[in-house]
């Protein structure tokens, strides 16, 4: 099946340094992907969908200039996290959609393991 | 934005019991997902169920779009069952893949 590999899967940084966070579709290629974040004990929020050769699209209150996604090939998207603070802590989970995938040819979403940042 | 529901919040099984989660959702919709959110993180996809029933082993999925509402089913529950079941959707006036999430089930199965 489709496999998506997130890395680093724990990231631990200085307050007001910058923090790159991989996403990559092992098997198949993925113009689409989104990011998510997920605060403890709650649920996933996304934050922007990312798309191979173009701008990302950010949901209303996410910044842009906060969170920079670059979608440069059709296997990577890569979010990061810039001048972190405290408050940037949290689990940033990618997914990548597979076109054709899943029963009777729907698109099916597969989702990374989780990046955990924790901003010192 | 569409809105999605799951009921109940927490739910502490016997190992060996059965139990449903809901999920409603105020919107028509493209596509639906169960996920199984492990200790660690990560997202298993579980079902994928726009409509109708399926079936994987101790698990079942049951959606009746027209009603808004889908429901999953654990039988024989396991300790490894142990997680938060999240249900996704994507709104039938969204764009491909742009899921929205419920708040999902914190599921424990005590042995």
């Known amino acids: 099946g489709a496999v998506v590999s997130q890395h680093p899967s724990r990231v631990i940084c200085k307050s007001g340094t910058s923090v790159k966070i991989e996403c990559r579709s092992l098997?198949?290629?993925?113009?689409?992907m989104f990011w998510y974040r997920q605060f403890p004990k709650q649920s996933l929020m996304l934050m922007a969908t990312?798309?191979?050769?173009?701008?990302?699209t950010y949901e209303q209150g996410v910044e842009k200039d906060k969170f920079l996604i670059n979608h440069a090939s059709l296997t990577l998207s890569t979010l990061t996290v810039t001048s972190a603070h405290p408050e940037d802590s949290s689990f940033y989970i990618c997914?990548?959609?597979?076109w054709g995938s899943g029963v009777s040819g729907a698109n099916v979403l597969t989702f990374g393991a989780g990046s955990r940042l924790t901003v010192l | 934005g569409i809105q999605v529901e799951q009921s109940p919040p927490d739910l502490i099984l016997q190992e060996g019991a059965n139990s449903t989660l809901r999920c409603n959702f105020s919107?028509?919709?493209?596509?639906l997902q169960w996920f199984h959110q492990n200790p660690w993180g990560q997202l298993i996809n579980l079902f994928y169920?726009?409509?109708g029933t399926k079936q994987n082993g101790r698990l079942s999925a049951t959606t009746v779009a027209t009603e808004r509402y889908s429901l999953l089913y654990i039988s024989s529950s396991q300790t490894t069952d142990s997680g938060v079941y999240f249900c996704?959707?994507?709104?039938?006036?969204?764009?491909?893949?742009?899921?929205?999430f419920g708040a999902g089930t914190q599921v424990v199965v005590t042995p």
């Open positions: 997914s990548a959609l597979d």
């Open positions: 919107d028509s919709v493209n596509n």
């Open positions: 169920i726009p409509s």
């Open positions: 996704a959707v994507e709104g039938a006036t969204d764009s491909w893949g742009k899921l929205q």
């Open positions: 098997d198949f290629q993925a113009t689409t």
């Open positions: 990312s798309n191979e050769g173009s701008k990302a």
